[in-house]
């Protein structure tokens, strides 16, 4: 039936009398297309649109007939409390948000799938882990001590949780990209928290480890230094979720189809190769792009570009000492170097869909340690037991209740048949009239399932020992290994650390702290103690270093990477297109994402097909790119007035270099990015203040064989010999 029209309204249409998909949007107001980071069209996905029916109905399904206006005694007149809608609308509004996790709130995560080698399968019965067997995952990256909106790049650990829907249910890997941990006993976590946080009263630093309440913890705990190590390192401040290790940190007990037992650590190798941020670049990111990891994640995964890693373990024989060459696999401050136990690959990983709701996915995932699958069980670890209590308790807060795993992203997609019942926000109506077993009502179901029926059964490790609350002696060395890390790096990255604790320190407004901190150094390293106590300007105490083997494995330089998905910054102007063209075309060809910058937006034009521009001498700063070229030298911006004043002050080079384009090269040399340019670009490096023979500087006449060459740089990262380490 046609609805009545109203004067001075919209023409109403026929209302359907079945639901249909929503109504085509006018051609004046169809959105622009839908493209992917590299420049393809890749169409909205279904998922991605708001609308789920024709007409805007309220909770309960009643069609709305207006949602802009509140309903008035009046146009002009007071609102009425009878108004349902204003109230639903409003009152939902009012509840969206749910507490941030507590640790862990800043995050992005992806779906994607795990491959199983089958290298596993004589030590765990675990069916993901068979050959061939392939298990969707939902991966979550975060920050630890970040709220929700803090930015990306500060110096931090970051977790690495792997939620994998076997079909043996749900096993979680709720790792870090960091191996070890601040404590050995989780009783202690809510200290090393309290103390990371913010302080209480002005609720500052935000994400930051560089202020005194921090620095007064781990020098009191010091089984926190190695932990503390890896966070001064380059480790501290990736350069991408992709390019980040993961680790299980504690050792877990694996379960082979005959009962025999194996120790394992777990690893996630990136195939990206594991790459840092300098500390400078990190913090100007903070300012000019907070979102930097979640964006280059999704990006690269909507290019198509998808992250992999390799899945490995490092195995032990499961012997009553629990330690391997004498170290306390019991222990989460130490690590297994792999010169001592190589990491096996056993499956790989590769992650390739983007969420498509923030919120139902990424922020409603919970994870938890104690979801185990037959063949994975947990040790006797004592911060791994603190773990398993602390997960689902502190998802009934912040989920609202013991129903969370109702929850699309957490449903297992085996079939589940738990005898959980009600509670707040149950979704389920259960049938049957015997939620407990045995029963004789519902036919005696469901059975229980023995080891056999592929049941999820503990192993029978005995259990032994006097209640005490201390920790046993091998916990008390809590120097050699970080000894055996700094020993391990190459001189570029200690010279990161040196800068990295010196800066921290100079953050910490306590005397006191800092001393203590120069003593835990102190036994570390005499020359690590006394390079930082200079830049503080404090005398060097000294320590008694223990006698320790490097662990070359431990160093992130020296190796040479896959290029794929980094991305190749291209200043260009005018001139020379068909050059341009064919670095721009070379760059994607070979997996990498080439952004055009010029001095404004829209297409190049000139001999030839026109060129998209990806980004402008305004908008452009060089720490959005791994490696910067030169397409010849381009003219100054529209707004350069910079430039132009330099024209009048200055020679040459400046006259027609733009200055922005000079902070772009700069800032990309002083990050150690391999820098490249053909045709007149020398003009442009020499008005930057860059010797064109400097390492990493690759000036030719041929365009192709300058990409090759800072290609090749761009393999090992960074250009660390620009500047030999002191
Ligand atoms: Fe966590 N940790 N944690 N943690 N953790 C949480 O659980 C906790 C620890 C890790 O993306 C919380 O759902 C205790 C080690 C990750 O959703 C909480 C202890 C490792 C994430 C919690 C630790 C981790 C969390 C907060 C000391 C690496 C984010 C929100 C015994 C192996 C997961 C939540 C995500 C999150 C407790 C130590 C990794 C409070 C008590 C060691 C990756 O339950």
Redesign the pocket.
């Known amino acids: 039936m046609a609805k009545p029209e109203t004067p001075g309204r919209p023409v109403p249409i026929d209302e359907p009398t079945e639901p249909r998909d929503p109504l085509p949007p006018p051609p004046d107001q169809r959105g622009p297309d839908y493209l992917s980071p590299t420049g393809q069209p890749t169409g909205a996905p279904q998922a991605t649109r708001a609308q789920g029916g024709p007409y805007l109905t309220n909770a309960q399904g009643v069609r709305l007939p207006d949602t802009d206006h509140s309903l008035k005694a009046g146009s002009r007149g007071p609102v009425l409390l009878r108004d349902h809608h204003l109230r639903e609308k409003i009152t939902h509004f009012d509840h969206e948000r749910i507490p941030e ?4 709130a800043r ?1 992005a ?1 992806a779906h994607g799938i795990f491959r199983a080698y089958g290298t596993a399968s004589n030590i765990t019965k675990a069916a993901f882990l068979a050959e061939g067997v392939e298990t969707p995952v939902f991966v ?3 920050t ?1 001590l970040g709220s929700r909106g803090s930015a990306d790049t500060v110096r931090d650990t970051r ?3 792997t939620k994998f829907y076997t079909s043996e249910g749900v096993f979680d890997l ?3 990209n960091i191996p070890v ?1 601040f ?1 050995q006993d ?1 009783i202690k ?1 809510p200290d090393v928290i309290h103390a990371g946080k913010p302080h209480p009263d002005r609720e500052i630093p935000q994400a930051q480890s560089a202020h005194d309440t921090f620095w007064d913890f781990v020098s009191l705990h010091t089984e926190a230094t190695h932990h503390t190590m890896w966070n001064m390192s380059d480790r501290g401040i990736p350069r991408s979720f992709r390019t980040m290790e993961g ?4 050792t877990f007990r694996l379960v082979a189809a005959d009962g025999g037992t194996a120790l394992v650590k777990f690893h996630w190798k990136p195939k990206a190769g594991v790459h840092s941020l300098v500390w400078e670049e990190a913090q100007l990111i903070s300012g000019i792009d907070p979102d930097f990891h979640r964006r280059d994640l999704a990006d690269a995964i909507e290019s198509g570009i998808f992250p992999e890693w390799e899945f490995g373990v490092q195995v032990f024989p499961d012997t009553p000492e629990q330690t391997f060459e004498g170290i306390d696999l019991l222990d ?1 401050t130490k690590i297994v170097p792999e010169e001592l136990a190589p990491v096996q690959p056993i499956g790989s990983m590769a992650l390739t869909a983007n969420p498509v709701n923030f919120f139902a996915e990424t922020e409603q ?5 104690g979801h185990l699958v037959p063949g994975i069980d947990v040790t006797d670890d004592p ?2 037991a ?2 398993l ?3 689902l ?3 009934i807060t ?1 989920l609202g209740g013991p129903n969370f795993a109702q929850l699309p992203i957490n449903r297992p997609h085996n079939q589940t048949n738990d005898m959980l019942r009600d509670g707040m926000h149950q979704t389920a109506v259960h049938t049957g009239v015997a939620p407990y077993r045995p029963n004789s009502l519902d036919g005696g179901c469901p059975f229980t399932a023995g080891a056999a029926e592929g049941g999820y059964v503990e192993v029978p490790v005995p259990v032994q020992g006097a209640r005490v609350r201390e920790a046993p002696p091998s916990f008390d060395d809590h120097f050699s290994q970080p000894r055996m890390f700094w020993l391990s790096m190459s001189p570029v990255e200690r010279d990161h650390i040196v800068g990295a604790y010196t800066f921290e320190l100079s953050k910490v407004t306590e005397t006191a702290i800092r001393e203590r901190v120069l003593r835990v150094l102190a036994e570390i390293d005499a020359e690590l103690c006394r390079q930082v106590a200079e830049g503080l300007g404090l005398p060097a105490p000294t320590g008694s270093p223990a006698q320790v083997r490097p662990s070359p494995a431990l160093s992130q330089v020296g190796r040479t990477w896959p290029t794929t998905g980094r991305m190749i910054g291209i200043v260009a102007g005018d001139n020379d297109l068909d050059a341009l063209r064919t670095v721009r075309q070379a760059v994607l060809e070979a997996g990498m994402v080439p952004v055009v910058i010029a001095a404004s937006g829209g297409m190049l034009t000139g001999r030839g097909d026109p060129i998209p521009v990806g980004s402008t001498f305004a908008g452009a700063r060089s720490v959005e790119f791994d490696a910067v070229l030169v397409a010849g030298m381009p003219a100054p911006g529209r707004d350069a007035r910079g430039a132009r004043d330099a024209k009048a002050a200055n020679g040459k080079a400046a006259m027609v270099v733009d200055p922005r384009v000079s902070l772009l090269l700069h800032e990309a040399y002083r990050h150690a990015k391999p820098l490249g340019g053909w045709g007149d670009a020398a003009t442009a490096f020499d008005a930057a203040g860059i010797a064109t023979d400097a390492p990493g500087v690759v000036i030719a006449s041929d365009p192709a064989a300058v990409l090759g060459a800072v290609t090749d740089l761009l393999g090992r990262h960074r250009v660390w010999d620009r500047f030999p380490a002191t």
């Open positions: 996790r507590v640790v862990h995050g995560a979550r990256f975060s630890v977790g690495f949780a709720v790792g870090n941990f404590i989780a976590f680790f299980g940190v504690h989460p995932v919970a994870f938890h340690v911060l791994l603190g773990r209590f602390s997960y308790d502190t998802q912040r």
